[in-house]
């Protein structure tokens, strides 16, 4: 069975740890505060879910996914992920993250940080473009007409793959925008941020997207 370590119990990701256990995974999920803060919502997900420290979730996961406030990426162990996969749902909002000048100025990406950060694991951006009750809502079988598309980017085809097939498992299409470097595409009031579209409404919005706002 496989496991998920996931770093982040906010909104995202309850909703990730949800629709992975009902999905035949396990999951060991942290937040900042610390394992014990966490027995109501473990209790909620049953005996397929544990808590963690961040460091143990990331050790126990077969890959993880990253769910914190921007400010707090450099808190994310890197010895545990090496190697791994790590899912990036981060979003940049300087109101709560403060200025970061390199994405004020339009030269770096927010899962490019993350990659930045974890030079041995191999990031690849997901559900950052959704809203979080919509995760569980909102995903339809395979070839159902008009079917929600979800993005990702990352420099590692094999994990660009592992995203797909969890979109896929979890009812939605996939474009894949290519490398990190381009993952801005579906950042913040951008077209493509967290509105419902299907597939060829989601190539749309992505290739008109601007480089700054």
Do not use: C
Not at 43 to 58: F, I, R, W, Y
Not at 127 to 143: C, L, M, R, V, Y
Not at 145 to 164: G, H, I, N, Q
């Amino acid at each position: 069975m496989t496991n998920v370590g996931i770093i982040g119990a906010g909104h995202i990701g309850q909703a990730l740890a949800r629709q992975f256990i009902n999905h035949g995974y396990t999951v060991t999920i942290a937040n900042s505060r610390g394992p014990e803060t966490l027995a109501a919502l473990v209790s909620e997900l049953g005996p397929n879910a544990t808590a963690a420290t961040a460091a143990d979730a990331a050790a126990a996961g077969d890959f993880a996914v990253v769910t914190v406030p921007l400010k707090n990426y450099r808190d994310i162990p890197v010895e545990p992920l090496a190697g791994k996969i790590v899912i990036d749902t981060n979003n940049y909002y300087f109101e709560r993250d403060g200025h970061f000048p390199e994405l004020d100025e339009g030269k770096a990406t927010v899962s490019g940080l993350l990659q930045e950060h974890l030079p041995t694991s191999k990031v690849a951006k997901g559900f950052n473009h959704i809203a979080s009750p919509e995760i569980a809502t909102d995903g339809k079988p395979a070839g159902t007409p008009d079917r929600r598309a979800l993005a990702t980017a990352s420099d590692f085809d094999e994990a660009s793959a592992l995203v797909t097939s969890i979109y896929d498992q979890f009812g939605f299409d996939t474009v894949n925008i290519g490398p990190l470097a381009d993952s801005w595409r579906v950042e913040r009031d951008r077209p493509a941020y967290v509105v419902r579209q299907n597939r060829e409404e989601l190539e749309a919005n992505l290739a008109k997207a601007p480089r700054t706002i």
